[in-house]
Every structure is written in structure tokens, then in C-alpha cells.
């Protein structure tokens, strides 16, 4: 007699112990599920607009996950978005789920590879990169773990040359209390689940939180626990590879003049244009102009702006970077092309006469609003690119606080500004000392704006992703806390302080 094969909705087969497990030839490509050392550099042929649609792809996935950190989104809010990001670009539309997988694993590969040598240039490139890049595989690594069949597990072990010590049947029984004593494992999952040995400073986090077995210098760490083991050796592994590849950078692109400008300028040039929109947050008939800007610094800009503002006012002049930096936030936050020659007049009208101003600085602004040149439509820099661009030197205002301002300075600041309590301010230092510079100004938001994500009315995305998102959330904010839209003028206590003392 034929046996009958009891399948769940989703394909597992149920065994004589009544678990329900998925067979090797029945698996189902999961892209969340795709974890990769991406040992082997690919070999493949691209045109180049097939090398440029698999960089920006994968670019969205990464911003994606960026974003996600910096909005403090888990849990399932967090797999869901991450998950339907990846779909929709890294998952290659096919008939056939067998040519899905393959095209979709070279799409993964190929993105990955042609990134990393983009990112591989400067030391803040190869951090975002890194950082980015760590999260995706720890997430993927952790679906992986999911499958209870461990089919795709011993596969991308096998492809990895991962080769983790599994600790043997009679040494897991001589182990058996200290092993139970140290993890969550219940005495019920013990038998079932596989413990590897591996030198004890491979997994020092759950050395640290005792969370495995030490002896002779091995730790013995569960299955469920290895995910903090092989996200370490990824992360290890691309680290010396972004630093290997760095050397040759140069060299390479050199060579082939028609994908350096290419790689070089990938960050920028695949910045999200459509992060906000002009003038965002400003409620009808309210405007940002050269008479209200003042005020507007103190009470709505984030402390990258709120010092450049500063540091005008200080020295009636800024350089080309700041110039940029702020002039296009201003456009950004809807200032016409007419205030902003106004404003700007105004303050380096101060230290020269009307004519050097008009020779020497209005072609500029004309220019970001394009008016001049290519007449070319510029939009205000996102935090990514503040973070990573230029760093500021002597006498510079630009840049953002958070990532090129020495700890003492802006904690002084702070304190200076009056940032929320000595708690708030301690949090924005930590993520400030972590080197998490968007964490740090979401920190500073949330302490000066109470309670924002319970506030109708109040849009909050991309806090922490663009200078411009933070000015109309604050705004928003305080529109909606208020009868009178318009902000205090007498917010004294609001005033930006500059520091500039900033490198
Ligand atoms: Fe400005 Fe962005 Fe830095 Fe905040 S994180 S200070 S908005 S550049």
C-alpha cells in the first residue's frame, strides 16, 4: 500500500513525531532567507545599465534598512517592510520558481559585489556600507534559522566554508548540566539540538552574557545562539574585504574610465530624491522667509542647520559647503529664491558692500534654485550624504554635529542649548560615542518634541534620514500643539548656540 504523505499548507511534510518538516526537493526560494558570504566574486557579464538597475536595487534595501533603524521600528513592523523592500527589488519576477531562485541569487551577488566596490573608497563609506550590509545578512541568517528541516542551513554552510565543530553525541551528555545551566535551552529541546565548539573568542558576546559553556578555551553554543557567531565572521570577512578592495580601488577604475564617475559618485547620485516634498510641514499661507528664518532656526532645525545659522550670524559669511549645505535646506524648507538672496544679502551684507555680494554670491544662489548654469533643479542634501561628504575644517559651519563634532564640544552644546533633560542628553551622547550619528539626532528630536508620534497631524518619516523631514516634523509638531501656528518668538530659550569649535 502506497503511504500517505501529510503536507501543511505551505509544503512541510509530517513525520512519525508529529513535526511538521520541509523536504530538501520540496524547498521554497525565500529571499528573506537568502544568506550569503559571498565568498566567490561573480563572474558575469553586465551592461551598464544592468549594472547600474542592480546597484540602485540593492542601495533601496540598504536605505531601507538604514531607515528602519533610525525610525526604531521591530519586530513584525520590521520584517514585513524589510521583507516587501526586498520583493520588490531584489527578487527577480519569473514564471518558474527554480529561474526565480537562480536569476534572484545572481541579482543578490551581483549587487552586492558591484556596492561593495563602490563603497570600498573612504573609511565612511565603508562603514555605512558594512553597517548596512551586517543587518541584512543577520536578518536573512536568522530566517535561515527558521527552517526546521535545517536543509538550507547545512547548504549555506557548505557554500560558506563554514565549518563549526559540532560538539559529538557523548561529549554533549558529559557536558549535559553546565550546557543546560547556561542557555535557554529547555532539558525537552536538549537532546534535539546541535551544539557546536568553537574557540571561545569567536562568541565572546555570550561569553560575556553567559549565554554559553566555556572549557579548555572552547565555547559550546547552541544552535539557536550561533547566529551571533557567523554574523561576527561575516562582518570580519567584509571588513577585510572592503579594505583589500580600497587598495585597488584606484587602480581599477582607472583603468575602465567609463564605471569610475559611476562608482564614485553611487552614494550621492542614488540618494532618494523623494524624501519630502518643498516647504513640507508649513501649514497653508505659512512660509519660511528672510524676516521669520531666525526663529524658525531656533525653534525647528535640526542642530546641523540650527549651527550653520549660527555660525552665519557669527561671521556674516559662510563657505562654499555651507553655503550649499544651507542654502539648498532653505529651498528644501520653501524659502523662495527671492527671500534667500534677501536673507543671505542680509547677513553677508554685514561684513561687504552690496556689489561684491552681487558679484560674488548671488550667481550661486540664482544657481541652487536653477535659475543659472545647467539650470538644473538641485535638492537639499539628505543626511547620508551630510554624514559622508566633505568633513568640516577650521572655520567651517557644515557637516552634521553628530558625526564631525568632537564629544566634548557637543556635549557642551547641548548642554548649552538646553537639549531636553541630563538623561535625554546622555542617551544622544551614547549614540553620538556608538557612531551612530542619525540615532543620535532622532534622540535629540524625540527630547524636544514630547510625545511627537501621538501628536495628530505630525509626519515623522525620514527623522533621522534628511535635515529637511526633521524641519517639517518639528514644524508640524508645533503647528499642531498650538492654536497660533506661527512659532514663538520669544522662544529665547530655544536660541541655537553655536559651537564652533566643531572639529
Ligand atoms: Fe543634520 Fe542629519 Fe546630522 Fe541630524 S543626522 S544633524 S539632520 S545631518
Redesign the pocket.
Given at each position: 500500500m502506497n503511504a500517505v504523505r501529510v503536507r501543511s499548507s505551505n509544503g512541510e511534510v509530517l513525520k512519525n513525531d508529529g513535526r511538521f518538516i520541509k523536504e530538501e526537493t520540496d524547498l521554497v526560494y525565500d529571499i528573506t532567507a537568502d544568506a550569503n558570504f559571498y565568498n566567490e566574486v561573480p563572474s558575469a557579464e553586465l551592461s551598464l545599465d544592468e549594472f547600474e538597475e542592480a546597484a540602485l536595487a540593492r542601495l533601496k534595501v540598504l536605505r531601507k534598512i538604514e531607515e528602519l533603524k533610525v525610525r526604531n521600528i521591530t519586530g513584525d513592523s520590521f520584517h514585513t517592510m524589510l521583507m516587501e523592500t526586498l520583493k520588490a527589488n531584489l527578487l527577480v519576477a519569473d514564471t518558474t520558481n527554480k529561474k526565480k531562485e537562480e536569476q534572484s541569487k545572481k541579482l543578490d551577488v551581483n549587487s552586492h559585489f558591484i556596492l561593495r566596490a563602490a563603497y570600498c573608497h573612504s573609511e565612511d563609506l565603508r562603514r555605512w556600507f558594512k553597517a548596512q550590509e551586517t543587518f541584512l545578512f543577520k536578518y536573512r541568517f536568522e530566517n535561515l534559522m527558521k527552517d526546521p528541516s535545517r536543509t538550507r542551513l547545512r547548504q549555506f554552510f557548505r557554500e560558506s566554508n563554514i565549518d563549526l565543530d559540532r560538539v559529538s553525541a557523548s561529549e554533549k551528555e558529559r557536558l549535559r548540566p553546565m550546557l543546560l545551566s547556561c542557555s535557554d535551552i529547555t532539558p525537552t529541546l536538549f537532546p534535539t539540538t546541535p551544539y557546536f565548539a568553537v574557540p571561545f573568542t569567536q562568541a565572546l558576546d555570550l561569553v560575556a552574557k553567559r549565554q554559553c559553556y566555556v572549557e579548555a578555551g572552547l565555547a559550546y553554543v547552541p544552535l539557536p545562539k550561533i547566529v551571533s557567531i557567523v554574523t561576527n565572521k561575516f562582518t570580519t570577512a567584509l571588513s577585510k574585504s572592503l579594505t583589500n578592495a580600497g587598495y585597488a580601488f584606484s587602480k581599477v577604475t582607472n583603468e575602465n574610465g567609463r564605471i569610475n564617475p559611476l562608482l564614485k559618485s553611487m552614494h550621492s547620485q542614488y540618494a532618494d530624491k523623494n524624501r519630502y516634498t518643498t516647504g513640507e510641514g508649513m501649514s497653508d499661507g505659512q512660509e519660511l522667509t528672510s524676516q521669520n528664518v531666525d526663529t524658525y532656526a531656533a525653534q525647528s532645525m535640526?542642530?546641523?542647520?540650527s549651527q550653520l545659522h549660527s555660525g552665519l550670524q557669527q561671521d556674516h559669511k559662510l563657505k562654499h559647503w555651507g553655503r550649499l549645505q544651507y542654502g539648498l535646506f532653505l529651498k528644501g524648507a520653501g524659502m523662495t529664491m527671492e527671500e534667500s538672496l534677501m536673507f543671505f544679502q542680509r547677513e553677508f551684507g554685514k561684513i561687504i558692500t552690496a556689489e561684491q555680494f552681487n558679484k560674488n554670491y548671488s550667481y550661486n544662489i540664482r544657481h541652487m534654485y536653477g535659475k543659472e548654469g545647467k539650470r538644473a533643479s538641485y535638492t537639499p542634501y539628505n543626511?547620508t550624504k551630510?554624514?559622508l561628504g566633505n568633513p568640516p575644517q577650521s572655520g567651517d559651519h557644515h557637516g552634521?554635529?553628530?558625526?564631525h563634532y568632537d564629544d566634548t564640544h557637543l556635549s557642551s552644546l547641548l548642554t548649552k542649548m538646553n537639549i531636553g533633560t541630563p538623561a535625554d542628553r546622555d542617551a544622544i551622547m551614547s549614540h553620538k560615542k556608538a557612531q551612530n550619528?542619525?540615532l543620535a539626532?532622532v534622540r535629540h528630536f524625540e527630547a524636544v518634541h514630547p510625545a511627537a508620534t501621538s501628536v495628530k497631524g505630525v509626519t515623522l518619516d525620514n527623522v533621522?534620514n534628511h535635515?529637511n523631514a526633521?524641519f517639517a516634523g518639528s514644524v508640524s509638531y508645533h503647528a499642531a500643539k498650538s492654536d497660533n501656528v506661527k512659532p514663538d518668538p520669544d522662544a529665547a530659550f530655544l536660541r541655537p548656540v553655536l559651537e564652533s569649535k566643531s572639529v
Amino acid at each position: 500500500m502506497n503511504a500517505v504523505r501529510v503536507r501543511s499548507s505551505n509544503g512541510e511534510v509530517l513525520k512519525n513525531d508529529g513535526r511538521f518538516i520541509k523536504e530538501e526537493t520540496d524547498l521554497v526560494y525565500d529571499i528573506t532567507a537568502d544568506a550569503n558570504f559571498y565568498n566567490e566574486v561573480p563572474s558575469a557579464e553586465l551592461s551598464l545599465d544592468e549594472f547600474e538597475e542592480a546597484a540602485l536595487a540593492r542601495l533601496k534595501v540598504l536605505r531601507k534598512i538604514e531607515e528602519l533603524k533610525v525610525r526604531n521600528i521591530t519586530g513584525d513592523s520590521f520584517h514585513t517592510m524589510l521583507m516587501e523592500t526586498l520583493k520588490a527589488n531584489l527578487l527577480v519576477a519569473d514564471t518558474t520558481n527554480k529561474k526565480k531562485e537562480e536569476q534572484s541569487k545572481k541579482l543578490d551577488v551581483n549587487s552586492h559585489f558591484i556596492l561593495r566596490a563602490a563603497y570600498c573608497h573612504s573609511e565612511d563609506l565603508r562603514r555605512w556600507f558594512k553597517a548596512q550590509e551586517t543587518f541584512l545578512f543577520k536578518y536573512r541568517f536568522e530566517n535561515l534559522m527558521k527552517d526546521p528541516s535545517r536543509t538550507r542551513l547545512r547548504q549555506f554552510f557548505r557554500e560558506s566554508n563554514i565549518d563549526l565543530d559540532r560538539v559529538s553525541a557523548s561529549e554533549k551528555e558529559r557536558l549535559r548540566p553546565m550546557l543546560l545551566s547556561c542557555s535557554d535551552i529547555t532539558p525537552t529541546l536538549f537532546p534535539t539540538t546541535p551544539y557546536f565548539a568553537v574557540p571561545f573568542t569567536q562568541a565572546l558576546d555570550l561569553v560575556a552574557k553567559r549565554q554559553c559553556y566555556v572549557e579548555a578555551g572552547l565555547a559550546y553554543v547552541p544552535l539557536p545562539k550561533i547566529v551571533s557567531i557567523v554574523t561576527n565572521k561575516f562582518t570580519t570577512a567584509l571588513s577585510k574585504s572592503l579594505t583589500n578592495a580600497g587598495y585597488a580601488f584606484s587602480k581599477v577604475t582607472n583603468e575602465n574610465g567609463r564605471i569610475n564617475p559611476l562608482l564614485k559618485s553611487m552614494h550621492s547620485q542614488y540618494a532618494d530624491k523623494n524624501r519630502y516634498t518643498t516647504g513640507e510641514g508649513m501649514s497653508d499661507g505659512q512660509e519660511l522667509t528672510s524676516q521669520n528664518v531666525d526663529t524658525y532656526a531656533a525653534q525647528s532645525m535640526p542642530l546641523c542647520m540650527s549651527q550653520l545659522h549660527s555660525g552665519l550670524q557669527q561671521d556674516h559669511k559662510l563657505k562654499h559647503w555651507g553655503r550649499l549645505q544651507y542654502g539648498l535646506f532653505l529651498k528644501g524648507a520653501g524659502m523662495t529664491m527671492e527671500e534667500s538672496l534677501m536673507f543671505f544679502q542680509r547677513e553677508f551684507g554685514k561684513i561687504i558692500t552690496a556689489e561684491q555680494f552681487n558679484k560674488n554670491y548671488s550667481y550661486n544662489i540664482r544657481h541652487m534654485y536653477g535659475k543659472e548654469g545647467k539650470r538644473a533643479s538641485y535638492t537639499p542634501y539628505n543626511c547620508t550624504k551630510i554624514i559622508l561628504g566633505n568633513p568640516p575644517q577650521s572655520g567651517d559651519h557644515h557637516g552634521c554635529p553628530y558625526r564631525h563634532y568632537d564629544d566634548t564640544h557637543l556635549s557642551s552644546l547641548l548642554t548649552k542649548m538646553n537639549i531636553g533633560t541630563p538623561a535625554d542628553r546622555d542617551a544622544i551622547m551614547s549614540h553620538k560615542k556608538a557612531q551612530n550619528p542619525q540615532l543620535a539626532c532622532v534622540r535629540h528630536f524625540e527630547a524636544v518634541h514630547p510625545a511627537a508620534t501621538s501628536v495628530k497631524g505630525v509626519t515623522l518619516d525620514n527623522v533621522g534620514n534628511h535635515p529637511n523631514a526633521w524641519f517639517a516634523g518639528s514644524v508640524s509638531y508645533h503647528a499642531a500643539k498650538s492654536d497660533n501656528v506661527k512659532p514663538d518668538p520669544d522662544a529665547a530659550f530655544l536660541r541655537p548656540v553655536l559651537e564652533s569649535k566643531s572639529v
